[in-house]
């Protein structure tokens, strides 16, 4: 048997080999060792002759999952090899492993994640391009995008941020090269393998593809020229086939990602927004998701999130998910009816996915059948929506999942076995033949159960009892003290320390009888549930259909009850660069505060007026807040949801940016003022007229005229091509940038009312400058020590006064020159005003 083992483990050299030997799967040797530190189980040994002994650790079967499941956690792979042979006297039942398992191969659903997706990644570049494959074998969901790559590290983070992938599997090349691997391991807990045989698979990727979706082209796909796209595929189905043991069936298409139809959405903005968690503690408690995400099935959780980081850019697109928002906003009724019906569908994705993999059980095939009468009941209810959307979601929900539902209502008993060899799951009347079996083991079953009372009668032994075990099988058992008792025809069996087990040729005879029945029975079950199983993979197309329905109208109806309990009103979407809000609020902070506590405010941007807001004010005073609901507002209205504000009329855009000193994201080897620099080049050189753009205290991370001078450059640079921005600041001089710019640039300020010197922050944006920071006051609110108060003030009046003294002010200095007329001036007037500006001191 060990030679069997050292065999099969010479194969899966990289995973821990997981060997049935009856009802437990055991660990051997180095394997033994690390899973039972791992595990916290029990490490054992067997003698091995003169060579010492064997370290062994195992697991019950029957648990398996659970132990499985906290070594993938932990990084590894788990190769479950199993007995495909029944045992026979004198022979090595004979092994093979079925299935490895490994932190993105997870199908057992108490190890996923429910609203989550569990994605497998592959990455492929060259020179030019960049390509990254992701599919999530628990689903079926598997798309691919390729782009050129500008920085392909960068690249390589922006966009496996958004997919946060379970795992990695890359080419030798790749995985050999160190700015790859850091790039990827910017992903939290990711696990990067290096695929050994992902050449045979990427080096006929044309071939392999075509043949797994059963196409004679890939151009249905839109893929058919794009080579690294293809490769990466490629090499993620056969890397899931292998460790799979299956054709997954249920992977049925594969989507390239579309940039142009979606918003894009850097990783810095993903974060900053804390879009899914918070920056400080990386909670998901506080995140947008938290208050938006009421979704009813695990289907619509994921759903949602793909739409939170590629919300739409098409208007009628947009407009569609809002008139059905809208009908069910208006209508109550409707919306609990389906709400109600919603909640009862199980994962019907992960379900199919089980079956399609040969890993579901019948008790997976009630909760399907369930669930897809509920699926046909949500059908009903939204064929009475006026709504566009409606009639097609209802179309892609197929009358013929009733089949279906009848077939495994009609076959499978309501709480059947989930072991499959074991009987116990085909219901009675589905099939004759098992019906006639049976009817014939039964009265042979009901002359045992009668059995006992008999012989009791007979021998006058009241403690008498008539029981059943695998290995003994039928059996008589008598107490020591009545063995006296016993009648001559009884044979003994067994003897046990407080009696004896008995037969008799009758109950020898009924007992072979049995179980040859009950044999002839578990096989016919067997071959029946296989029948059925086989016949709701047939239906795998209509049942994924039918899900992907059920998740848009979860999200959909979701965002009808969010909007009707937080009271947001429809959005106009416009295809001009208008940004209009009344009274907006911050989605997730109005619901932290006490009632009625926000201050809402209003928001106004006209590119024919100022498409830029230079906003100043105290630390504290809302501006973070105020800027980060424009955003959030924006998103969640091109996503298809209703908005936190009385009045919202929105230009679409065609990105958002949001850049932060706040957060301090600090990449490995790169300095703070460093990564708001390549995040602020990034905007710069990827943001268009019809951009949303959000920016926090640039140049903060260095000197204060070197930061000056940035930022007053980047908002000259954006007001260049005009995208919507909020431009929040603390160097005052940029506030002449009005003056200069009147018809790009507006000055906003947050309220504060100053009572001898403190400020009472009143959270109201409107219109203005604000005439300082007030950080000193801002300092002592937050505790810091009254003589360093009492210094800094000391210290700033010192300074105020010098600068006034020298007129050393940046801002007169840049007067100086703006004001200029260069078509008027002389010569000597120029040599004059230049003397003048070289005595103004930095």
């Given at each position: 048997?060990?030679?069997?083992?050292?065999?099969?483990?010479?194969?899966?050299?990289?995973?821990?080999?997981?060997?049935?030997?009856?009802?437990?799967?055991?660990?051997?040797?180095?394997?033994?060792?690390?899973?039972?530190?791992?595990?916290?189980?029990?490490?054992?040994?067997?003698?091995?002759?003169?060579?010492?002994?064997?370290?062994?650790?195992?697991?019950?079967?029957?648990?398996?999952?659970?132990?499985?499941?906290?070594?993938?956690?932990?990084?590894?792979?788990?190769?479950?090899?199993?007995?495909?042979?029944?045992?026979?006297?004198?022979?090595?039942?004979?092994?093979?492993?079925?299935?490895?398992?490994?932190?993105?191969?997870?199908?057992?659903?108490?190890?996923?994640?429910?609203?989550?997706?569990?994605?497998?990644?592959?990455?492929?570049?060259?020179?030019?391009?960049?390509?990254?494959?992701?599919?999530?074998?628990?689903?079926?969901?598997?798309?691919?995008?390729?782009?050129?790559?500008?920085?392909?590290?960068?690249?390589?983070?922006?966009?496996?941020?958004?997919?946060?992938?379970?795992e990695c599997i890359l080419p030798a090349s790749h995985y050999n090269n160190p700015e790859i691997l850091k790039a990827i391991k910017?992903?939290?807990?990711?696990?990067?393998?290096?695929?050994?045989?992902?050449?045979?698979?990427?080096?006929?990727?044309?071939?392999?593809?075509?043949?797994?979706?059963?196409?004679?082209?890939?151009?249905?796909?839109?893929?058919?020229?794009?080579?690294?796209?293809?490769?990466?595929?490629?090499?993620?189905?056969?890397?899931?086939?292998?460790?799979?043991?299956?054709?997954?069936?249920?992977?049925?298409?594969?989507?390239?990602?579309?940039?142009?139809?979606?918003?894009?959405?850097?990783?810095?903005s993903i974060t900053n927004l804390e879009l899914f968690s918070t920056i400080r503690d990386n909670d998901t408690q506080g995140s947008?998701?938290?208050?938006?995400?009421?979704?009813?099935?695990?289907?619509?959780?994921?759903?949602?999130?793909?739409?939170?980081?590629?919300?739409?850019?098409?208007?009628?697109?947009?407009?569609?998910?809002?008139?059905?928002?809208?009908?069910?906003?208006?209508?109550?009724?409707?919306?609990?009816?389906?709400?109600?019906?919603?909640?009862?569908?199980?994962?019907?994705?992960?379900?199919?996915?089980?079956?399609?993999?040969?890993?579901?059980?019948?008790?997976?095939?009630?909760?399907?059948?369930?669930?897809?009468?509920?699926?046909?009941?949500?059908?009903?209810?939204?064929?009475?929506?006026?709504?566009?959307?409606?009639?097609?979601?209802?179309?892609?929900?197929?009358?013929?999942?009733?089949?279906?539902?009848?077939?495994?209502?009609?076959?499978?008993?309501?709480?059947?076995?989930?072991?499959?060899?074991?009987?116990?799951?085909?219901?009675?009347?589905?099939?004759?033949?098992?019906?006639?079996?049976?009817?014939?083991?039964?009265?042979?079953?009901?002359?045992?159960?009668?059995?006992?009372?008999?012989?009791?009668?007979?021998?006058?032994?009241?403690?008498?009892?008539?029981?059943?075990?695998?290995?003994?099988?039928?059996?008589?058992?008598?107490?020591?003290?009545?063995?006296?008792?016993?009648?001559?025809?009884?044979?003994?069996?067994?003897?046990?320390?407080?009696?004896?087990?008995?037969?008799?040729?009758?109950?020898?005879?009924?007992?072979?009888?049995?179980?040859?029945?009950?044999?002839?029975?578990?096989?016919?079950?067997?071959?029946?549930?296989?029948?059925?199983?086989?016949k709701i993979v047939r239906c795998t197309d209509d049942i994924q259909r039918a899900s992907h329905s059920i998740a848009t109208i979860?999200?959909?109806?979701?965002?009808?009850?969010?909007?009707?309990?937080?009271?947001?009103?429809?959005?106009?979407?416009?295809?001009?660069?208008?940004?209009?809000?009344?009274?907006?609020?911050?989605?997730?902070?109005?619901?932290?505060?006490?009632?009625?506590?926000?201050?809402?405010?209003?928001?106004?941007?006209?590119?024919?007026?100022?498409?830029?807001?230079?906003?100043?004010?105290?630390?504290?005073?809302?501006?973070?807040?105020?800027?980060?609901?424009?955003?959030?507002?924006?998103?969640?209205?091109?996503?298809?949801?209703?908005?936190?504000?009385?009045?919202?009329?929105?230009?679409?855009?065609?990105?958002?940016?949001?850049?932060?000193?706040?957060?301090?994201?600090?990449?490995?080897?790169?300095?703070?003022?460093?990564?708001?620099?390549?995040?602020?080049?990034?905007?710069?050189?990827?943001?268009?007229?019809?951009?949303?753009?959000?920016?926090?205290?640039?140049?903060?991370?260095?000197?204060?005229?070197?930061?000056?001078?940035?930022?007053?450059?980047?908002?000259?640079?954006?007001?260049?091509?005009?995208?919507?921005?909020?431009?929040?600041?603390?160097?005052?001089?940029?506030?002449?940038?009005?003056?200069?710019?009147?018809?790009?640039?507006?000055?906003?300020?947050?309220?504060?009312?100053?009572?001898?010197?403190?400020?009472?922050?009143?959270?109201?944006?409107?219109?203005?400058?604000?005439?300082?920071?007030?950080?000193?006051?801002?300092?002592?609110?937050?505790?810091?020590?009254?003589?360093?108060?009492?210094?800094?003030?000391?210290?700033?009046?010192?300074?105020?006064?010098?600068?006034?003294?020298?007129?050393?002010?940046?801002?007169?200095?840049?007067?100086?020159?703006?004001?200029?007329?260069?078509?008027?001036?002389?010569?000597?007037?120029?040599?004059?005003?230049?003397?003048?500006?070289?005595?103004?001191?930095?």
């Open positions: 048997m060990m030679q069997q083992y050292a065999a099969i483990k010479d194969n899966y050299p990289d995973a821990l080999l997981f060997f049935r030997l009856g009802d437990f799967y055991e660990l051997f040797m180095d394997d033994a060792e690390l899973g039972a530190q791992i595990l916290d189980i029990t490490l054992t040994a067997r003698p091995r002759g003169k060579d010492g002994k064997i370290p062994m650790a195992g697991v019950p079967y029957h648990a398996v999952d659970n132990y499985i499941s906290k070594l993938v956690k932990a990084g590894h792979k788990v190769a479950i090899c199993e007995q495909v042979s029944d045992p026979k006297p004198g022979d090595i039942v004979q092994r093979e492993v079925v299935r490895v398992v490994t932190p993105a191969t997870v199908m057992d659903e108490k190890s996923l994640s429910r609203k989550s997706h569990n994605y497998l990644i592959s990455v492929l570049s060259d020179e030019s391009f960049l390509a990254i494959a992701a599919c999530d074998i628990s689903t079926g969901h598997f798309h691919v995008k390729q782009f050129e790559h500008e920085d392909m590290a960068l690249d390589i983070i922006e966009e496996i941020t958004k997919i946060n992938p379970a910017t992903i939290p807990e990711i696990n990067i393998y290096e695929y050994k045989n992902w050449d045979e698979h990427a080096g006929s990727a044309d071939a392999k593809l075509k043949e797994h979706f059963g196409v004679a082209t890939l151009k249905s796909f839109s893929i058919s020229e794009l080579e690294l796209a293809k490769s990466a595929s490629a090499a993620i189905l056969g890397y899931l086939k292998e460790h799979q043991k299956s054709d997954l069936s249920h992977i049925k298409k594969i989507a390239l990602a579309d940039s142009e139809s979606i918003v894009q959405l850097d990783r810095s947008l998701l938290s208050v938006i995400d009421q979704t009813k099935t695990a289907m619509g959780g994921r759903l949602l999130k793909q739409w939170l980081i590629a919300p739409l850019r098409d208007k009628e697109d947009i407009n569609r998910r809002l008139e059905y928002v809208d009908e069910l906003y208006s209508d109550m009724k409707l919306r609990e009816d389906i709400l109600a019906t919603l909640k009862h569908i199980n994962d019907l994705e992960r379900i199919t996915a089980r079956f399609a993999s040969s890993l579901a059980n019948p008790r997976d095939a009630i909760s399907l059948s369930l669930s897809l009468q509920k699926v046909l009941d949500v059908k009903s209810i939204i064929d009475t929506c006026a709504a566009e959307i409606a009639t097609t979601l209802s179309l892609d929900i197929s009358n013929t999942l009733s089949e279906l539902v009848d077939l495994i209502s009609n076959s499978i008993k309501a709480e059947p076995s989930v072991h499959l060899k074991d009987g116990g799951i085909i219901k009675k009347g589905y099939d004759k033949k098992l019906d006639s079996l049976n009817a014939a083991i039964h009265k042979d079953r009901q002359w045992i159960s009668e059995l006992e009372n008999k012989e009791k009668q007979k021998t006058g032994i009241s403690t008498l009892k008539v029981g059943y075990n695998k290995v003994f099988g039928y059996y008589i058992e008598i107490s020591n003290s009545n063995i006296s008792l016993a009648p001559n025809e009884y044979i003994r069996k067994q003897t046990l320390v407080g009696g004896e087990r008995f037969i008799t040729p009758e109950l020898k005879k009924r007992e072979e009888k049995i179980l040859k029945i009950e044999e002839q029975i578990k096989q016919y079950e067997y071959t029946l549930y296989i029948n059925i199983v086989e979860d999200v959909l109806s979701n965002f009808a009850e969010i909007a009707y309990r937080n009271n947001y009103v429809k959005p106009t979407l416009l295809y001009s660069n208008e940004l209009l809000l009344k009274k907006s609020r911050h989605p997730v902070l109005e619901k932290l505060m006490p009632v009625g506590e926000f201050v809402a405010n209003n928001v106004d941007i006209k590119p024919s007026k100022h498409s830029l807001l230079l906003i100043t004010g105290p630390n504290m005073a809302g501006k973070s807040v105020l800027m980060r609901q424009v955003a959030l507002v924006v998103l969640m209205a091109q996503v298809g949801s209703f908005v936190p504000a009385e009045k919202a009329r929105i230009g679409i855009v065609d990105r958002i940016f949001v850049r932060s000193g706040a957060s301090d994201i600090i990449s490995s080897g790169l300095s703070t003022f460093m990564v708001e620099m390549v995040e602020t080049a990034y905007i710069l050189n990827h943001a268009t007229r019809k951009s949303l753009i959000i920016m926090d205290e640039i140049g903060r991370g260095t000197s204060t005229y070197d930061g000056i001078s940035i930022a007053w450059a980047v908002a000259e640079n954006l007001i260049q091509f005009s995208p919507k921005t909020l431009f929040a600041t603390h160097y005052h001089e940029l506030q002449q940038l009005e003056k200069l710019h009147p018809k790009k640039i507006a000055n906003y300020k947050m309220a504060i009312e100053n009572t001898n010197g403190v400020p009472e922050f009143l959270y109201t944006f409107e219109r203005g400058a604000s005439p300082h920071s007030f950080g000193i006051a801002v300092a002592r609110m937050a505790g810091v020590p009254n003589s360093v108060i009492n210094n800094a003030q000391k210290k700033l009046k010192k300074l105020e006064s010098t600068s006034k003294q020298s007129g050393a002010s940046v801002s007169n200095r840049d007067k100086l020159i703006n004001d200029i007329d260069i078509n008027k001036i002389t010569p000597l007037e120029a040599l004059e005003l230049l003397s003048k500006i070289q005595h103004v001191k930095d």
